[in-house]
């Protein structure tokens, strides 16, 4: 697949996400989301330490499993973002357990085979990634679990009020109001990116804040 002509405007999307980071340190507040609340039973029960957190935003997911006691590794393509939670880890006392990385997630993850337990992500795969990028990071997510590792990432989905408005780019992604581009998923696409790995679940949930309509996945390696 092909970004149909498109990739000077994905591109531009990580400015775009770094001039509203900068400028709006808590964008998405601070509260965890519900998501991550749910992830860290999962993870708490599988036993999970070591967490690859993809696209940690501001931190507010982080913070929720640094301060369960899990070693967070995050990967975010903001310099903002990566400032923001190295600074509120240091003013939490959470250093030890909060790594920061800035890193853009169409490369190759920059860890070895079998280093984490659980992977993380919350709305990062909808963002301005086409299908075959998407694919790529999760094989990588495959690459760097141990086996039986945990994967939990949620998307926003065909369901969602917002699908269908703005600027079509083709494989269910749209540029919408603001600038900001979204990758709509559906069931059948979310069934094809988890190749390699067992489907737990695929839950229908809210992100009501906002409001979201989101798939959230739950995989394991096999």
């Given at each position: 697949?092909?970004?149909?002509?498109?990739?000077?405007?994905?591109?531009?999307?990580?400015?775009?996400?770094?001039?509203?980071?900068?400028?709006?340190?808590?964008?998405?507040?601070?509260?965890?989301?519900?998501?991550?609340?749910f992830a860290l039973d999962v993870f708490r029960d599988d036993g999970a330490r070591d967490l690859l957190e993809l696209g940690g935003g501001q931190g507010r997911d982080?913070?929720?499993?640094?301060?369960?006691?899990m070693n967070v590794h995050v990967l975010?393509?903001?310099?903002?973002?990566?400032?923001?939670?190295?600074?509120?880890?240091?003013?939490?006392?959470?250093?030890?357990?909060?790594?920061?990385?800035?890193?853009d997630l169409r490369r190759p993850v920059p860890y070895p085979d079998g280093s984490f337990d659980a992977c993380y992500?919350?709305?990062?795969l909808c963002m301005a990634l086409i299908e075959e990028e998407i694919a790529s990071l999760c094989r990588e997510v495959h690459r760097v679990l141990r086996p039986g590792g945990i994967f939990i990432y949620t998307v926003r989905n065909t369901e969602d009020p917002h699908y269908g408005q703005g600027t079509y780019l083709g494989e269910g992604i749209y540029e919408t109001k603001g600038g900001f581009i979204v990758h709509f998923f559906d069931r059948e696409k979310v069934e094809?990116?988890?190749?390699?790995?067992?489907?737990?679940?695929?839950?229908?949930?809210?992100?009501?804040?906002?409001?979201?309509?989101?798939?959230?996945?739950?995989?394991?390696?096999?």
């Open positions: 697949m092909s970004d149909g002509g498109n990739r000077e405007r994905f591109d531009g999307q990580m400015q775009h996400w770094e001039g509203y980071l900068s400028s709006t340190p808590d964008m998405f507040g601070e509260a965890p989301s519900e998501s991550a609340r982080t913070f929720l499993f640094a301060g369960a006691g975010d393509y903001s310099e903002s973002a990566v400032a923001t939670i190295s600074e509120k880890a240091r003013k939490r006392g959470l250093s030890g357990g909060v790594t920061t990385r800035l890193f992500a919350h709305m990062l094809r990116l988890a190749e390699g790995f067992e489907i737990v679940g695929i839950d229908r949930c809210e992100e009501t804040r906002l409001p979201k309509r989101l798939f959230r996945v739950i995989l394991k390696k096999r």
